[in-house]
């Protein structure tokens, strides 16, 4: 144990020349979905689906993060210190994203309805139902209400992880006492953006369409993908020999645990979304899910009514599924690769009304978002530890076992 408390991984070099060559890999993937983006010549309408499609995959996993980490402290939780760090860094990524993001927020100011329709004032007038939400569905309000949530998310993020790092230097325990007695504050933060940011970014959409636990919805999908991500960093700084001394099996059983937890949680939330819209039976709720019910949208949604709970809850209900690594590592690539599914039904289906289509636009947006946010993750990854070596609760950590 006392070569895991002084053990101080850092990426170093290496960790150097793969940021770099996954920010080349980025720019090269970005400028080639503009291209294809250009030669759809439909004035970059489809190519704006692909890009918020890309941003919401990654902006998910640092959201999962940033609650993963106040929990933490909320709930002083001894056992995670030791992966504390690594959502720490996720979490404080949110800047990268809110750059990227940045380009639709802009298009919509400057009137460009080719991803949310209400931008078009005449359009908007015209549907009575719409009407009624001319106050909110307004291009500046809703680039001021961007600005709230992303400044929220990057503020939080960043006081999370310099806090964290002050502490690594610190004599005693004011950091991290301090960390504990505001988490409470910000996790309704974090709650309140996150909720009304899945409303404007995704249900906006169709603005004529409504869930009131749409944002709960998203919230879960996000927490999930962030604990499939975790165990798939880990494991991947493990295979370098980063980490090895620290992370153990009892880590990721827990890990585990939280996966199975939101994979069913996010079930849940998705059937009484449905349900309770079938039953109510109601024209301007029932059109979103009649679309998805239709050719080969009706397939993804059965893909992800079997690839999204029904194997991995099977796969991951056993207490050995969690505890051997190749098998819970399986399952964390499965549910990113469904999460993605899930973010693709939920976005592409406003401009592919024939079907799902999948084009290489919308891998080439995928790969340069992710490669330009790992560049953002091992920059802020060079500057610390990759655990909180003076943690008051790193003994326990590190000691830690499942009952």
Not at 19 to 33: K, R
Not at 68 to 75: A, C, G, K, N, S
Not at 291 to 312: D, E, K, N
């Given at each position: 144990m006392s070569a895991s408390l002084h053990e101080q991984p850092r990426l170093g070099a290496r960790?150097?020349?793969?940021?770099?060559?996954?920010?080349?890999?980025?720019?090269?993937?970005?400028?080639?979905?503009?291209?294809?983006?250009?030669?759809?010549d439909d004035g970059f309408r489809r190519f704006q689906h692909a890009w918020l499609f890309a941003c919401l995959f990654f902006l998910s996993l640092?959201?999962?993060?940033?609650?993963?980490?106040?929990?933490?402290?909320?709930?002083?939780?001894?056992?995670?210190?030791?992966?504390?760090?690594?959502?720490?860094l996720l979490a404080a990524n949110t800047p990268i994203v809110a750059l990227l993001f940045a380009p639709l927020v802009i298009l919509a100011l400057r009137g460009d309805s080719g991803l949310y329709p209400w931008v078009d004032a005449q359009a908007l007038a015209a549907d009575p139902l719409l009407d009624g939400k001319a106050v909110f569905l307004e291009p500046r309000?809703?680039?001021?209400?961007?600005?709230?949530?992303?400044?929220a998310w990057a503020l939080l993020g960043?006081?999370?992880l310099q806090r964290s790092l002050e502490q690594d230097g610190a004599s005693d325990a004011a950091a991290t006492l301090k960390l504990e007695r505001r988490s409470a504050v910000a996790l309704i933060a974090f709650a309140l953006s996150a909720n009304f940011a899945a409303f404007d970014l995704l249900m906006t959409l169709d603005p004529a369409w409504y869930s009131t636990i749409f944002g709960v919805y998203f919230f879960a999908g996000s927490v999930m993908a962030f604990f499939a991500a975790m165990i798939v960093l880990l494991r991947l700084l493990q295979a370098n020999r980063m980490l090895d001394k620290s992370v153990n099996?009892?880590?990721?059983?827990?890990?585990?645990?939280?996966?199975?937890?939101?994979?069913?949680?996010?079930?849940?939330?998705?059937?009484?979304?449905?349900m309770l819209i079938w039953y109510a039976d109601l024209p301007e709720e029932t059109?979103?899910?009649?679309?998805?019910?239709?050719?080969?949208?009706?397939?993804?949604?059965?893909?992800?009514?079997?690839?999204?709970?029904?194997?991995?809850?099977?796969?991951l209900l056993s207490r050995h599924a969690?505890?051997?690594?190749?098998?819970?590592?399986?399952?964390?690539?499965?549910?990113?690769?469904?999460?993605?599914?899930?973010?693709?039904?939920?976005?592409?289906?406003s401009v592919e009304h024939q079907g799902a289509l999948v084009r290489p636009m919308d891998a080439a947006c995928l790969v340069g978002v992710g490669g330009i946010w790992l560049f953002g993750l091992t920059r802020l990854a060079a500057k610390a530890a990759l655990i909180p070596v003076n943690d008051p609760r790193l003994p326990q950590s590190l000691a830690f076992e499942n009952l």
């Open positions: 960790g150097a020349r793969f940021g770099y060559l996954a920010l080349a890999l980025g720019v090269i993937a970005v400028l080639a979905g503009l291209y294809l983006g250009r030669a759809q640092s959201l999962g993060a940033l609650f993963f980490v106040i929990i933490q402290h909320l709930t002083r939780a001894a056992w995670s210190v030791v992966v504390r760090r690594v959502a720490e309000f809703f680039g001021l209400r961007c600005l709230v949530y992303f400044g960043r006081w999370l099996v009892e880590h990721y059983h827990d890990l585990g645990k939280f996966l199975f937890a939101f994979v069913f949680f996010w079930s849940y939330i998705a059937f009484s979304q449905y059109a979103w899910f009649q679309q998805r019910q239709h050719g080969s949208w009706a397939v993804v949604s059965l893909v992800l009514l079997a690839g999204h709970f029904v194997l991995p809850f099977a796969g969690k505890r051997r690594l190749w098998l819970l590592s399986f399952w964390a690539v499965w549910l990113l690769c469904m999460h993605a599914v899930d973010l693709f039904w939920l976005v592409m289906p």
